[in-house]
């Protein structure tokens, strides 16, 4: 069972890789994948440092420090100080970069709905139940990690 479940997370990690290509495809996304992941990462984990941003959307520094500045400009993210320590910034999503996310996320479902659309209802509720266990995953994952990027956040102002 466990090297089972081993191929099928590989698998479906591969598989998610290559629907988001096709999805922005259908879709003739222009944006960099960098941005949307960007801003998923802003509106899931709140608002955080440019290091942490820059990890979490698995981009170097001055990636981060330019898709924020592009972000910044176009009125999706904002940038305020840090309570804990006024030499540093946190980056939070604006409500137009959430809605910005959202239309693109739609965008996306409605280009990939031509390729599902013939799916029997079984199969529909297969996909739906998948994306609710995969949700859970994820967030109780984001949830035990988010204590130890506050233990590093707090290191690192003591430095």
């Known amino acids: 069972m466990a090297s089972d479940l081993h191929d ?93 996310l959202i239309a693109w996320r739609t965008e996306l479902a409605a280009a990939l709905l031509p390729y599902f659309a013939d799916l029997p209802t079984i199969d529909v509720e297969t996909l739906e139940r998948a994306v609710a266990i995969l949700r859970d995953r994820v967030e109780a994952t984001e949830r035990q990690d988010a204590p130890e990027r506050l233990a590093a956040r707090a290191t690192e102002a003591t430095r």
């Not at 997370?9 to 890789?17: A, E, P, R």
């Not at 290091?51 to 910044?72: C, H, N």
């Open 8 to 100: 099928i997370l590989g698998d479906l990690v591969s598989v998610n890789h290559r629907l988001t290509r096709v999805a922005a495809r259908a879709a003739r996304g222009t944006e960099s994948p960098a941005l949307w992941r960007t801003l998923s990462v802003l509106l899931s984990t709140g608002p955080i440092r440019l290091g942490e941003l820059a990890e979490l959307s698995r981009v170097s520094q001055p990636t981060a420090t330019k898709l924020v500045g592009s972000l910044v400009a176009r009125g999706w993210i904002a940038r305020t100080s840090d309570p804990d320590d006024a030499r540093v910034s946190l980056i939070a999503s604006t409500p137009a970069g959430e809605t910005a």
